[in-house]
């Protein structure tokens, strides 16, 4: 393996497993020849599909062997205890042990979570760590957290979520002091709840993020943000109801299309339109959710995404890994925080 960059697959998470991690990790390593990829899982499960496979690229793949898999439905406390020996466990630990740069799984988000707290730690400064992933807007794409880690936040954790996702849409969309907004149900200073109302203070005198203020429901959209900031249970049902309406937009247009022989002639000419819209609405573009805060980069990929799809998630883990986004963040807060001291 000679990769400039490694990353490590949980190669048995998800809906298809196999199926789908295998044929996208090699595809990843024919779009990017500084890559390197080890799978991990069942190899008797792994081997029949990268049999498949032909090229030279091949060379930067290793297979590591895990017999456990963690279900889908597992509590992430026994995910803890019972399951060591899992492809997500040691995937996770390749990464720990410096092999890898990076992890990637489309397993149990709860177990994920717990597990990369454990074997990777926190940075220094952040409590909690927040899942983010992009959303459509009308000028591209903003990006949202948290997205369901933590579904009670303090004021103190939103600020935090608003250090993490600025400095991160600074790396990677390479977007110098990108907007950042604080979720809420209006835009006056006196809506909302406390923490969110002492979340707004907290960002707003915090010299190092360009805080807009507070977004409504409708604003997500607008692009008027390039960070959104909410508690996990907010952004977890805006997320859902963004891929949800997504789809049904463009069931709700292919039907229309479809009523007879008129509309059909003009689908046909409105072809590469509609196939545009499609493909900026489609949520799996946008697949792989980063959880911010670890040591180390560690991506989620969605439970159901094809082999296009996973693609995406790698090759948004090694952007993060180029750019070694968790240092970046650990940079600010040391400085934030050195900061406060010499003041006091």
């Not at 209006?186 to 915090?206: M, P, W």
Request: charged residues 25%; glycine residues 10%.
């Amino acid at each position: 393996m000679t990769g400039s960059y490694c990353i490590s697959v949980d190669a048995m998470g998800g809906d298809f497993g196999p199926r789908v991690t295998v044929p996208a990790s090699c595809d990843a390593l024919k779009r990017h020849p500084e890559l390197s990829i080890i799978l991990v899982g069942r190899t008797n499960d792994i081997y029949p599909y990268l049999e498949r496979q032909r090229g030279n690229h091949l060379q930067r793949l290793d297979v590591m062997h895990a017999d456990d898999i963690v279900s889908m439905e597992e509590k992430p406390s026994l995910a803890l205890r019972n399951r060591r020996d899992s492809s997500m466990w040691k995937s996770l630990d390749l990464v720990a042990q410096s092999r890898a740069q990076a992890c990637i799984s489309a397993g149990n988000t709860g177990a994920l979570m717990a597990m990369s707290r454990l074997i990777l730690g926190m940075l220094p400064g952040i409590e909690r760590p927040a899942i983010t992933a992009a959303i459509p807007t009308l000028k591209g794409h903003s990006f949202m957290l948290d997205l369901g880690a933590n579904i009670d936040c303090s004021a103190e954790h939103l600020l935090q979520f608003a250090i993490m996702g600025s400095v991160m849409v600074e790396a990677i969309e390479n977007r110098p002091r990108p907007k950042v907004g604080l979720l809420n149900i209006g835009a006056e200073e006196n809506k909302g709840t406390d923490q969110v109302r002492e979340a707004s203070k907290l960002i707003q005198d915090h010299g190092g993020i360009n805080f807009i203020g507070y977004l409504e429901g409708g604003d997500l959209f607008g692009g008027r943000s390039d960070v959104v900031v909410c508690d996990g249970f907010a952004g977890n049902v805006a997320l859902k109801s963004c891929e949800g309406l997504s789809k049904l937009l463009v069931r709700k247009v292919q039907s229309s299309f479809r009523r007879n022989l008129y509309r059909r002639v003009i689908a046909m000419l409105a072809y590469p339109i509609l196939r545009d819209l499609k493909a900026q609405l489609d949520p799996g573009r946008r697949n792989g959710a980063t959880l911010l805060g670890l040591q180390s980069v560690v991506i989620k990929s969605h439970g159901s995404a094809n082999r296009a799809y996973f693609g995406c998630a790698i090759d948004q883990a090694l952007d993060e890994a180029r750019l070694n986004v968790p240092e970046r963040i650990a940079d600010l807060v040391r400085r934030e925080t050195s900061k406060t001291i010499t003041e006091h």
